[in-house]
């Protein structure tokens, strides 16, 4: 029974991109390098010139290289957002139900506040207790409420130490944003979980403002669950 197909030359634009590609992972290039001029590339890569714009609109696509008008081509700063951007695209198609994704933030954040109570330098401490006032200060502005929110969460994931992780949760980030918007919306629906919720993120800040890392994750879970709990009620 056949069903292999013929495998084809590998195309001279592909072999250009994986060059590209190597010289990023071994450090030659870096985001916000300038790339060769069209002209340098050929005679460097000893290809066509269709073959190297072949292989720069690939880039482009891939949000690894960009175009500045009369500038040239440049790798792209925030590489892995550039990569992992699509999770959140992928995961608002799919009409991903609020419930998987309160599952998949309790995966994620938990372990966030954990390394954040481990790792938390005292300048992003005192960044976290701020915006934890402001959450108190601004009760009656939701909106800016909702701002705050998403910024306790995401200075978490930047205390965590982790860059990858934190990569990770700023990349799904209009996710993320959704999940935190549709949950306060309905939450808030009834006025007594607002102070809830205010004691909730006092309690994750305070634990990782002492460096406990158990009790940073578990207050983040119960948080999470507590959120899990407004929203089963509510159907």
């Known amino acids: 029974?056949?069903?292999f197909k013929p495998v084809q030359d590998v195309k001279l634009y592909q072999q250009v991109i994986e060059q590209i590609k190597d010289m990023l992972?071994?450090?030659?290039?870096?985001?916000?390098?300038?790339l060769p001029s069209e002209r340098d590339l050929v005679e460097q890569l000893q290809v066509s010139r269709t073959s190297i714009r072949e292989a720069l609109s690939a880039l482009r696509l891939l949000g690894v290289v960009e175009s500045r008008h009369g500038g040239g081509n440049f790798i792209r700063d925030q590489l892995d957002r550039n990569f992992l951007e699509p999770l959140s695209i992928l995961f608002l198609l799919d009409?991903?139900?609020a419930a998987e994704v309160l599952q998949f933030?309790?995966?994620?954040?938990v372990?966030?506040?954990r390394l954040a109570a481990e790792n938390a330098r005292p300048e992003q401490v005192t960044e976290m207790e701020s915006v934890v006032e402001k959450l108190a200060e601004f009760q009656q502005d939701e909106e800016q409420n909702i701002h705050l929110d998403k910024e306790f969460?995401?200075?978490i994931a930047g205390c965590a130490g982790n860059r990858l992780l934190f990569n990770v949760v700023t990349a799904i980030s209009d996710l993320l944003d959704f999940s935190i918007e549709d949950s306060r919306a309905k939450i808030l629906m009834d006025p007594a979980n607002q102070e809830a919720l205010i004691e909730q993120h006092r309690g994750i800040y305070a634990a990782i403002a002492a460096g406990d890392g158990d009790l940073a994750a578990e207050r983040m879970r119960g948080h999470l669950e507590y959120v899990d709990l407004c929203l089963e009620r509510l159907k």
């Not at 992972?25 to 300038?34: A, I, M, N, V, W």
């Not at 933030?105 to 954040?109: A, G, H, Q, S």
């Open 1 to 3: 029974m056949d069903v």
């Open 25 to 34: 992972k071994s450090g030659e290039l870096q985001p916000g390098d300038k």
């Open 95 to 97: 009409r991903t139900s």
């Open 105 to 109: 933030r309790k995966i994620l954040e």
């Open 111 to 113: 372990e966030c506040a």
């Open 153 to 155: 969460h995401y200075t």
